[in-house]
């Protein structure tokens, strides 16, 4: 047994890390938190000091009694999680859960897994930081009391399973507010004027007038004088200009650029970040601060001056702009700077790169740039053209990275030709195209990001599973719409004569962006109105300062939380008691035949139309369909619904019937159900389409083999290419031609898949019905019959009995409940 214990979180770091230690030192991991408040209680002491009852989940029983057991062999336990808040934690929970003495446990903390940090952080360890696990423990707490007490307000107020969170509920809000800007946007439209000259050597460039016309006939009438007129050149400017290198990475920067160029979602780029430290790779990910060390800055620059010359270094210190910055000291670089790529896996290699490139760019020089400005005149009007242009002088470090901009509009200089004042120009042709005012952006998971740093909600561990979570909960979605085509019109002058012509565009595209569903905007508008101070944006901001303030040890934790619980707890009740019920109920008009109201609601299975009042008691509902929402369905596109479900015909003696469901619209075709296309209208799908639809359906699932005696199909689902043999799902790899498969491929992928099944077994006692089986991710499964249990990562499968197993099986078994004897009562 060795002296040292050394316990992190996570098993890849503790791989990492047991590679740099001696023989003297065991690594250990907790798989994360090894304690947390109860999942099925409150477990807060709202009545006294608000002290949390923390406890040891069932899959985490197993690891405490193995760190226990090793904790009590080890002369010195070194409590090695991560250097921020939660980190600090762990420690705590460790040292409290193993029971661990004063002198015989260590803290070590560092910033990036390599052998120098490790073995720095040994030589200078110290306490636990309780000023940090207060701030962590007063987090947890105000979250759980706003999750735990609202959600229970939703559930009766507007639909069983909903939740809200403190962070989740804001960032809802800012989409939803985004949202209704978009909608109740009022678009304008104007003339934009563009002209094309060419100077004395034949060289072009393009200008245009700064303001747009009003209106196609001021713009015509422009266009017009211009026939036959002289331009030149009134005013040249030519300044010097310098662009200067961004920060390196913090949290927030890096999932925002990681979405722009590399088109990761928030989630991904956190994971991918966690792999590269885990395997020193990079420091640690989750930072406010864009500070580089001493030994960074250095290294750096030596790679700098190696592979572009002295002239590109500039060594610089940048400041954090971020409200409360906190967490780690340091931004996200590589662990060395010499390593300018890895080769670990496509999407690792990538972050990497961009890690990289940011890192050396930070400490590049400025690039030198010559920025010209001019204006054309002309004889016939006051009208002045503007053009701009730049010259890259010295690149600097847009030899290496350029960051990235959320706007695609973004325009960028281009260069001009050599022009003199005075000099007289050739008209090639001057446009006025019909633009229009565009609404705000929607919100992407990176400008959303941006937005929540900006104004001081969340910290760099919350946004990837508050973006997450609000998508899981189904109060936000990535949008699927393209757009829709619209029309406008642009004039043109050539020579001597305007012409006009029709041309298109798409708009209205949100395509990956967050657009808040029916649930999403009914939420949030019961909690604005009955919990204004919990969404406001300078509320949940200052409660991010306090968390600060309490890790610095000026604010006591469970003063902040008392304060917060008293007003907020009050709130609750009055609500729970005298809110209305909130559904989102919109009255679209009256039914043109009947008179009856025709209203727009939340129902129990989503949104849905009903014509008939609150009260009538034959009122009749329709779905809505999955592109169509609560606030914005038109009366008329509401009494569509009715006319589905339609029969449009006979096909192979069974009636063809278009309908719409929970999930969307489909046809039904006997005992075949087959969903439309995404995008297609029910209403216009008639029988030849559908016939159409139902043969392709029959096609797909006709078989193409038949082995052992039971057909073989196939077709392509979430996870790409399979057959399905024997009620038995098999993936097709890229080794085979899935739309050539011969008899020989088909028979080689049932039996690899049959040995495989038999291969993942490793207990099988027939007798009982009862075996244990490899599953996914590492883990073990019990099974027997419908009952599926599945293990912790710690347990040692292999090493199971029979008695063991089914002593699982009796826990994981409901109880039949027994029925009461009737008794009555003597006369």
């Known amino acids: 047994m060795a002296k040292n214990l050394v316990i992190v979180e996570s098993p890849a770091k503790a791989k990492t890390i047991e590679k740099f230690l001696g023989k003297d030192f065991q690594v250990e991991s907790s798989f994360g938190h090894i304690a947390d408040l109860p999942s099925k209680e409150l477990g807060i002491n709202v009545e006294g000091d608000f002290m949390p009852k923390y406890t040891v989940s069932t899959d985490k029983k197993a690891v405490v009694k193995k760190l226990k057991d090793l904790a009590k062999k080890a002369d010195t336990v070194w409590l090695a999680s991560d250097e921020d808040r939660e980190g600090e934690a762990i420690a705590w929970h460790l040292y409290e859960q193993l029971k661990l003495k004063e002198e015989q446990t260590k803290r070590i903390v560092f910033h990036e897994i390599t052998k120098g940090a490790i073995l720095k952080a040994v030589e200078n360890p110290r306490s636990i930081n309780y000023n940090l696990v207060n701030a962590q423990q007063a987090r947890r707490?105000?979250?759980?009391?706003?999750g735990y007490e609202l959600s229970p307000v939703l559930w009766r107020k507007v639909k069983g399973g909903l939740s809200a969170g403190r962070v989740q509920s804001v960032a809802v809000r800012l989409i939803v507010e985004r949202e209704r800007e978009i909608q109740n946007f009022e678009t304008k439209a104007s003339y934009r004027i563009d002209a094309e000259f060419v100077n004395k050597e034949g060289k072009k460039f393009k200008a245009k007038l700064p303001k747009n016309f009003e209106s196609r006939t001021k713009a015509e009438a422009f266009l017009n004088s211009c026939i036959g007129t002289e331009f030149s050149i009134s005013d040249l400017k030519k300044t010097p200009a310098k662009k200067t290198p961004a920060a390196p990475f913090t949290t927030s920067t890096l999932q925002q650029e990681a979405s722009r160029k590399l088109y990761f979602p928030v989630a991904k780029t956190m994971m991918m970040a966690q792999r590269l430290y885990e395997a020193g790779l990079i420091t640690y990910m989750r930072t406010d601060s864009v500070n580089l060390s001493k030994d960074a800055k250095e290294a750096t620059q030596a790679e700098i001056i190696s592979s572009y010359g002295e002239k590109y270094s500039k060594p610089r210190n940048f400041k954090t702009k971020a409200k409360g910055a906190q967490e780690a000291h340091e931004a996200i670089r590589p662990t060395t700077m010499s390593q300018q790529?890895?080769?670990?896996?496509?999407?690792?290699?990538?972050?990497?790169?961009?890690?990289?490139?940011?890192?050396?760019?930070?400490?590049?020089?400025?690039?030198?740039?010559?920025?010209?400005?001019?204006?054309?005149?002309?004889?016939?009007?006051?009208?002045?053209?503007?053009?701009?242009?730049?010259?890259?002088k010295f690149d600097g470090f847009l030899k290496v990275y350029l960051e990235g901009t959320d706007n695609d509009d973004d325009e960028q200089d281009g260069m001009l030709p050599t022009?003199?004042?005075?000099?007289?120009?050739?008209?090639?042709?001057?446009?006025?195209?019909?633009?229009?005012?565009?609404p705000p952006y929607r919100f992407t998971e990176a400008s959303l990001v941006k937005q929540l740093e900006e104004l001081g909600i969340g910290r760099p561990s919350t946004y990837a599973p508050t973006i997450s979570t609000v998508q899981n909960r189904g109060y936000v979605e990535k949008g699927t719409i393209e757009g829709i085509e619209r029309n406008y019109v642009q004039l043109k002058l050539k020579g001597n004569e305007v012409n006009s012509k029709k041309l298109t565009e798409k708009v209205g595209s949100d395509k990956g962006k967050l657009v808040p569903t029916d649930i999403g905007n009914i939420v949030n508008d019961f909690l604005v109105a009955n919990f204004d101070n919990v969404l406001d944006y300078g509320f949940t901001a200052k409660v991010e300062s306090d968390f600060d303030d309490i890790a610095e040890g000026k604010e006591d934790w469970t003063t902040v939380i008392r304060d917060f619980y008293k007003d907020f707890h009050s709130t609750v009740e009055y609500v729970a008691e005298n809110a209305e019920r909130e559904s989102g109920e919109r009255i679209l008009g009256d039914h043109p035949e009947t008179?009856?109201?025709?209203?727009?609601?939340?129902?129990?299975?989503?949104?849905?139309?009903?014509?008939?009042?609150?009260?009538?008691?034959?009122?009749?509902?329709?779905?809505?369909?999955?592109?169509?929402?609560?606030?914005?369905?038109?009366?008329?596109?509401?009494?569509?619904?009715?006319?589905?479900?339609?029969?449009?015909?006979?096909?192979?003696?069974?009636?063809?019937?278009?309908?719409?469901?929970?999930?969307?619209?489909?046809?039904?075709?006997?005992?075949?159900?087959?969903?439309?296309?995404?995008?297609?209208?029910?209403?216009?799908?008639?029988?030849?389409?559908?016939?159409?639809?139902?043969?392709?359906?029959?096609?797909?699932?006709?078989?193409?083999?038949?082995?052992?005696?039971?057909?073989?199909?196939?077709?392509?689902?979430?996870?790409?290419?399979?057959?399905?043999?024997?009620?038995?799902?098999?993936?097709?790899?890229k080794k085979y031609d899935f739309d050539n498969l011969t008899f020989d491929n088909i028979v080689e992928l049932i039996e690899t898949k049959k040995q495989k099944d038999i291969d993942k077994v490793i207990h099988n006692w027939e007798e009982e019905g009862i075996r244990v089986e490899k599953a996914r991710w590492g883990r073990f499964n019990v099974i027997k019959g419908k009952i599926k249990i599945e293990l912790p990562k710690t347990t040692e499968a292999e090493k199971l009995t029979l008695e063991e197993v089914k002593s699982m099986i009796e826990k994981k078994t409901p109880k039949k409940k027994t029925a009461r004897k009737k008794t009555t009562k003597k006369k």
Do not use: C, H
């Open 141 to 146: 707490v105000l979250d759980r009391l706003v």
């Open 341 to 392: 790529s890895i080769s670990v896996d496509y999407d690792q290699d990538r972050l990497y790169d961009l890690i990289w490139k940011r890192t050396i760019a930070s400490q590049m020089s400025d690039a030198q740039l010559e920025r010209t400005n001019i204006k054309v005149e002309n004889s016939t009007n006051d009208k002045i053209f503007t053009a701009s242009g730049q010259m890259i």
């Open 419 to 438: 022009l003199t004042v005075g000099e007289l120009l050739k008209n090639n042709y001057i446009t006025a195209t019909e633009r229009y005012t565009q």
């Open 595 to 733: 008179g009856r109201t025709v209203l727009v609601r939340l129902g129990k299975f989503g949104p849905m139309v009903q014509i008939g009042d609150r009260e009538d008691e034959d009122k009749i509902f329709a779905s809505l369909q999955p592109d169509q929402n609560l606030g914005t369905i038109t009366l008329e596109e509401a009494l569509d619904l009715f006319l589905l479900p339609k029969t449009v015909g006979n096909f192979e003696e069974e009636e063809v019937i278009i309908s719409n469901g929970r999930f969307g619209p489909y046809i039904r075709f006997g005992k075949m159900f087959v969903s439309l296309p995404k995008g297609e209208n029910p209403l216009e799908v008639d029988f030849e389409r559908a016939v159409e639809l139902i043969k392709e359906k029959q096609k797909a699932d006709a078989p193409i083999a038949e082995y052992e005696n039971m057909p073989v199909q196939k077709g392509v689902g979430r996870f790409g290419p399979f057959i399905k043999w024997n009620n038995i799902f098999i993936n097709v790899n």
